[in-house]
């Protein structure tokens, strides 16, 4: 049974710090990861997608990473602001199943 | 595309009444999901559909709770009767197809009292 786990479950940073949040799984055999932030009493909504066959995707200061046979993926925030508190979530997709989640890392950016 | 629409977006309810969560996925997706998100266990899945048939419902804590796909704009979760061990934030997601992105509605927070 897959397993999804995020470290560390929260994290506090300064204004301008570069930050790296960590998701490992247990089971190699994925189709993709998905990286998700979720605001205080809202939906998810998506940040990144990495298919299996990528290392790596970008959108903006956020970079996702991915090694698949090691089983951990990487979100790299760079120059992180206030704005950027949220809790980041980690989302394998199995084939023939449906995507399994992390518990999350709750980040806080102080001004 | 208004997104993934789920109602009521919260609801309180007395215990061993019947609750029904509602969602609306985005049009053209095919696969629905319900997920529950407490503190403690974080996202759970429930459900999932695959154009309109149950494919999964390994999820489903006890036969209190079942989920219906009418058609492929619609789907209902139902918890009857309701217990105060019920109570999270219920999330309704859909996607087109495995390798794309999910999409989550606002969810809807059940408090059962």
């Known amino acids: 049974k897959q397993e999804v786990t995020q470290i560390p479950a929260a994290l506090s940073v300064p204004e301008g710090e570069n930050l790296v949040l960590n998701c490992s799984f247990t089971?190699?055999?994925?189709?993709?990861l998905q990286w998700f932030r979720q605001d205080p009493g809202k939906g998810l909504t998506s940040l990144l997608l990495i298919q299996s066959s990528q290392r790596e995707q970008t959108s903006g200061r956020l970079n996702a990473s991915l090694d698949k046979s090691s089983g951990r993926s990487t979100l790299y925030i760079a120059a992180s602001q206030p704005g950027d508190s949220a809790t980041y979530l980690c989302a394998v997709n199995q084939a023939g199943t449906a995507l399994i989640f992390g518990k999350g890392t709750t980040l806080s950016v102080s001004s | 595309d208004a997104g993934v629409i789920q109602s009521p977006r919260h609801e309180v309810t007395e215990m061993g009444q019947e609750v029904t969560l509602r969602c609306k996925p985005i049009?053209?997706?095919?696969?629905l999901f319900w997920y529950r998100q407490t503190m403690m266990r974080g996202l759970e899945l429930l459900i999932y559909f695959n154009n309109n048939v149950p494919i999964d419902d390994s999820g489903m804590p006890e036969d209190r709770f079942s989920a219906k796909m009418p058609n492929a704009s619609f789907s209902t979760l139902k918890i009857q009767p309701s217990e105060p061990r019920d109570s999270a934030v219920y999330f309704c997601a859909s996607w087109g197809h495995p390798n794309t992105e999910a999409f989550f509605g606002q969810g809807t927070r059940l408090t059962v009292v």
């Open positions: 049009s053209g997706h095919d696969y």
């Open positions: 089971d190699s055999a994925i189709y993709n």
